[in-house]
C-alpha cells in the first residue's frame, strides 16, 4: 500500500537556487524519512524526522513535518549539479496487524542545471 | 569498508526460469529487505527478514522465494511463476525491523527477460 506521495513529480532548477519538496501521506506515521537516489543506483538515506519532531537539519538538508496536516518537505538550500537525483519519502508506520513497515513514494525528480 | 552487495548488476532470465539474487552485508544489521522498483515507481516490499532463518511475505510475495541460513545473506528466487519479473531489485538492510531505523541500500540489480 502507497502511502507517502511527492510533490512535484519532475523539478528543474538552476544551481544555487533552493529546492523543496513535498510529500502527503493518509495515515498516523512513527517517523518519516527521506531518501536519495541517483540514476541506477541504490537509495541512500538523508534523514529521519520521528512524528514527535517538527523540524530536523542535516547539513544543506532541512525537513519538516507537520502532523496535523499529514505532510513534510525537503528543502534543500544552495543546490548544486550533484544534487541532481529522485529523492524519496518514506513513512514508517505500524500496520493493523501490529507489524512495523516502511512505505516509500514514487519519488521526485530533481534536475539541477550547472 | 561496511556495506551492501548485490550481485550480478545486470541479469536476463529465460522464459520458465528461475534466478537468484544476491544480497550480502558485513553492517552485522538483523534485519534485510528486498524491494522491487518499476519506472517512476517507488520501493514494494517484497519480503523481509527480522533474523536467521526467519522471513516473511511483503506486499508482492507471488513468484518470488528467499531464504536466510546466514545473517549476511538473504538471496532472493524469482521464480518462472513471476510472469513479469522485469524490474530493477534493490536489497537493503537495518539494525532491527523497529521503528526509527534507516535503511542501508545495495546499488541493486537489473533483470531483464530474454
Known amino acids: 500500500s502507497q502511502q507517502g506521495e511527492e510533490d512535484p513529480q519532475a523539478l528543474s532548477i538552476q544551481e544555487g537556487e533552493n529546492a523543496t519538496m513535498n510529500c502527503s501521506y493518509k495515515t498516523s506515521i512513527n517517523n518519516l524519512q527521506w531518501y536519495r537516489q541517483n540514476s541506477g543506483r541504490g537509495l541512500v538515506h538523508l534523514i529521519l524526522?520521528?512524528?514527535?519532531?517538527r523540524e530536523k537539519h542535516s547539513g544543506r538538508l532541512r525537513v519538516t513535518l507537520d502532523t496535523s496536516k499529514k505532510s513534510s518537505s525537503l528543502l534543500i538550500t544552495a543546490s548544486r549539479a550533484a544534487d541532481t537525483a529522485s529523492y524519496f519519502c518514506?513513512?514508517?508506520?505500524?500496520?493493523?496487524?501490529?507489524?512495523?513497515?516502511?512505505?516509500f513514494g514514487k519519488g521526485t525528480k530533481l534536475s539541477v542545471i550547472p | 569498508d561496511g556495506g551492501i552487495t548485490q550481485s550480478p548488476k545486470y541479469l536476463f532470465r529465460k522464459e520458465g526460469q528461475n534466478v537468484t539474487l544476491s544480497c550480502e552485508q558485513n553492517?552485522?544489521?538483523?534485519?534485510m529487505y528486498w524491494y522491487r522498483q518499476d519506472p517512476g515507481q517507488g520501493l514494494r516490499l517484497i519480503y523481509y527478514s527480522q533474523i536467521v532463518n526467519d522471513f516473511q511475505k511483503g506486499d508482492i510475495a507471488e513468484g518470488y522465494s528467499v531464504s536466510r541460513e546466514k545473517k549476511e545473506s538473504f538471496p532472493l528466487t524469482v521464480t518462472s511463476a513471476q510472469k513479469n519479473p522485469t524490474a530493477f531489485y534493490l536489497c537493503?538492510?537495518?539494525?532491527?525491523?523497529?521503528?526509527?531505523?534507516?535503511?542501508?541500500f545495495g546499488d541493486g540489480t537489473r533483470l531483464s527477460i530474454l
Open positions: 518514506a513513512t514508517g508506520a505500524y500496520s493493523g496487524a501490529g507489524s512495523y513497515q516502511l512505505t
Open positions: 553492517l552485522n544489521h538483523d534485519a
Open positions: 524526522i520521528r512524528s514527535n519532531e
Open positions: 537493503a538492510s537495518s539494525w532491527d525491523r523497529g521503528p526509527n531505523q534507516p535503511q542501508h
